[in-house]
């Protein structure tokens, strides 16, 4: 906003002599991870890159962020345990053979060429995701073919529920015939993620912003009921605030033991309405 | 709780045995300074063969007891002449006195057993600066600050720099009560934090009490600063005016019915806007200015009953204006603060003072836009504020010099608008407006019962019972609190004191930047009050021989439903007050617990030829809360691990005065992004297979954990030196000051420098911004 810039000139010095450098000792890269667990989805994958430090010359040709490979990622069960392997076309490592079953608990290690450790865990929902009902379809506009979806869905009793709750329109001009790509449709009351701190029991209500309905139009409805971490780390990027400087600052929430990113769970159900 | 209450009810009672009924008469007045015919509170009244005595309470009235028989009694004070006393006592007797004051520091004759005694006292953790050396202190801009002078003393801080803001051993700038003459000041500050409200010119007295406090203060965790204004000379008109850099002011105050009734009428306002010059232009017009007005009234009706009407106004105001041919636009921010308070002292007898408050106090902020155009009209209107409109009573009552007691009650209302907006646009049809106000009433009832036992022992045992009521909210708050003082030898003694302290409404600050943004907001059902709890053990010894006072003071303090905001939270949602999101402040905030702890040395000269003191503080500050830094404990912003000051005022001779102070600090604890990564969100939208390739190349900062990072150490040096001239009506002086006097660059505030190598290579560099070079200033002061 206007004033606060004019604030802020009148604060900082315009006198360049009142701008120094201060020494501070580059840090070391971090390990990050990147891995879902959820029983609708047969592929598990993970990424795995590292952080870059600041306060040192990086080239950008390094800002690609390279993956890791050559690292033992393993994923248990108990005593059951997979070996992820490593794609080096799609940059990832992933298996089939991990059967992800609500209500587990599911520990990670990697341990890399170079002998970095990191470690996580995480807990399926035991329970499904709730219903979700639809309110009413409104037509803002009467000359227009314009619509606005209300819906809500119920937590379920008792603390420590996350959900998130996202709305896509079918695109129906992508590149390819066969590739389905989903426009976002965002809210105009409702947040994405949720906790029921505070709210246990009640209904989340939704309501979208306008969406324009060609001769016909599919909406396709995705409710996921998450872990903490799910949750936590997804909400902590939606408020990541970068740089500005009148904001608290936004660490990103991670459940890496000895590193950064996030290994969590949930179970997501689709809905799809038809205009 | 219960079991506390009964406790103390039954300490209380089983102490009144103590006192022996025996003959006792009492001598009582009034101690005034001579000329002016100010009434002087916290002036000593001693017996020193009997190593008994009292002080004048906050309204220049003394009482004190004794068998019939002979006495020497001693009246003095820091910075006036001791008034000697020898009666044969025989009846009751009204003794009004009249001290005489000096200009200078080094006027005032120093005699071994009659200076202020810091032995004596059980009031621990109290500091006192005199307002005459506060005007001597060099200072930023030559404008003589209050906060500034306190922030000097150890156990207090300050924040970044030029912040008036005070950081009480470990506490926040929303920690400290700070009263003028009973009214609640709530924004301290002028121009963002670089001035206090308070003109020192207008102050008689300044206390800041940090820890062991009276059972008469409550509302607060971490200090209560307790200010009085002059009540304006009595005998003649006088006055004092002075011009500097930043602003002018001028103070006049004399008899409206001579010896019976007086006023004062003090102010300041800032002359020249040449902070906005560079912005000034033909179409474009900025500035900036403030002002503030101290006025008081009072009517003597006698030694029973005194009335004193005051009054404070001040306010901020920074503006731009624009206008060209097609459109035209204004704009700007202000806060002001107003109090008023009527008191009514009354005394019963000759042993029990009363004084009755009607106390008012506001405080808001406003921002404003205002656009208009040939085709669309925009204009926003942001309000946020407090109101308080309460009625205090307090009554003393001087038994003997072995026990008094003091008690009262206290209720406000509290009128919260935490936020009002009204935005209208003619072109979007947008007319929003959203107002979110609380009523609250918040009260507090107390006890104070103080022994001395054999001259040697002195204890102060009392209770306060404090009640918030606010919406849904209901909380009892039951406060003991306990000083005690034990002379081990003239000269030397040890204090210890406890005190639980709560406080029920609450200053969301963001980032300490101390920006006018700042929200005042109650406890409600889901925000518990404040609660902390200290215990403080010391050693005060004064060194007669020079005149000296050391106090070793340690303290820990524990604080719990401290308030933080949520990490990403920021209430300049002035971008978008009409948004999606409502605003309630209640989910912006988060609950945690602090912890501190720290050793304070002063060594402290208050008279002679050289004065000043030396300060050093040793200490610790921790937070702990759940949401903020994923619940791992973490230390505060303002986390000073040393933190040195060193004041010297020397009266080279009656026309000359040096003076310098040099502060060092540890540097703020902040965070800092320590590296950058990509991480891949989870999107639905993406079918499974795919969301895993589908990177998201964001720069997410890895911080490495909150205020892992401490800042460069801040020192700096100001020294000043002042030319004094007595002339037949009227004294002048004119000081040249230096601030920051070897250029030190300290960090105002750090941020990222990204600098193209070539080749690809990108570098990142830390780079601090400092605001304050080397500033000379020029003041001059009359004083009729």
Known sequence: MHIFSLISLLLLASCDSMISE???DPGQPKLVVVSYLSPEVDTITLQLTRSLPLYSIRNYDDWDNEPVPDALVQISYGQEAVKLSYDPIKKRYWTTDLIVKKGRSYELFIRTSTGEEVSSSCTI?????????IISIIRPFPSENFRILNLRFRDYDGEGDYYRMTVGQLNMYG????????????????EEFVSDKGYDGEYFTYKTHQFYVWDQATLLLYLAITDVHYYSYHQSIYNFAGDNPFAEPTPVYSNIEGGLGVFAGFSIVEVELNF | MKKQIIFFVLFIFSGMHFIFAQNRLTISGYVREKGSRELLPGVNVYLPEQRIGTSTNNYGFYSISLPPGTYSISFSFIGYQTHELDLNLTTALVYDVELEGSITLKEVEVTADRIERLTENSQMSMISVPVKQIQTIPALLGEKDVFKALQLMPGVQKGSEGSSGLYVRGGGPDQNLIILDDAPVYNASHLFGFFSVFNGDAIKSIELTKGGFPARHGGRLSSVVEMTMKDGNKEKISGNAGIGFISSRLTLEGPVIKEKSSFLLSGRRTYIDALIRPFITAEEMGGYYFYDLNAKLNYDFGPKNKLYL????????????????????????????????????????????????????????????????????????????????????DIEYHHSPFYSARAGAQTTHHYFLPSAIVETETNTLLDFSSTIAYNSFESGVYLENHFNINGELQINAGFRMAHFVADKAHYFSPEPRLSANYLLRPGLSVKAAYSVMNQHIHLLSNTGIGLPTDLWVPSTDRIAPQHSEQVSIGLANDILKYDLQLSVEAYYKTSKHILGYKPGASFLLLDDPSGAQSFTWQDNVTAGKGESYGIEWLLQKKSGKTSGWIGYTLSWTQLQFDEINFGKKFWARHDRRHDISIVIIHEYSDQITLSGSWVYGTGNAITLPIATFAANQHDP?????????????????????????????????????????????????????LYNAYNRHNPFFYFIDYEYLGNHDEVSKLKQVSIFPIIPSISYIINF
Not at chain 2, 715 to 720: K, V, Y
């Open chain 2, 310 to 393: 005051s009054g404070y106004f001040g306010r901020d105001k920074f503006h731009f204006s624009s206008k060209y041919d097609t459109w035209k636009e204004k704009g700007g921010l202000y806060w002001q603060n107003k109090t008023a308070t009527l008191r009514w002292n009354h005394l019963f007898n000759s042993r029990i003072f009363s004084n009755t408050s009607l106390i008012f106090s506001d405080y808001n902020l406003n921002i404003f836009n205002e656009y208009e155009s040939s085709y669309d009209k925009y204009s926003l209107e942001y309000k946020s504020g407090i109101r308080d409109i309460g009625i205090k009573y």
């Open chain 1, 22 to 24: 201060v020494e501070i």
């Open chain 2, 685 to 737: 939208l993406v079918s499974p297979d795919m969301y895993m390739t589908h990177f998201y190349y964001w720069d997410l900062y890895d911080y490495g954990g909150i205020n892992e990072h401490r800042m460069k150490p801040y020192h700096r040096l100001d020294i000043a030196i002042q030319f004094h001239k007595k002339l037949t009506t009227y004294s002048r002086t004119w000081e040249i000051g």
């Open chain 1, 175 to 190: 590149y390819q015939p066969d590739e389905k790509y989903i426009d976002k449709i965002y809210m105009q009351t409702g």
């Open chain 1, 125 to 133: 929902p035991s329970k499904e995701p709730p219903e979700i009902e």
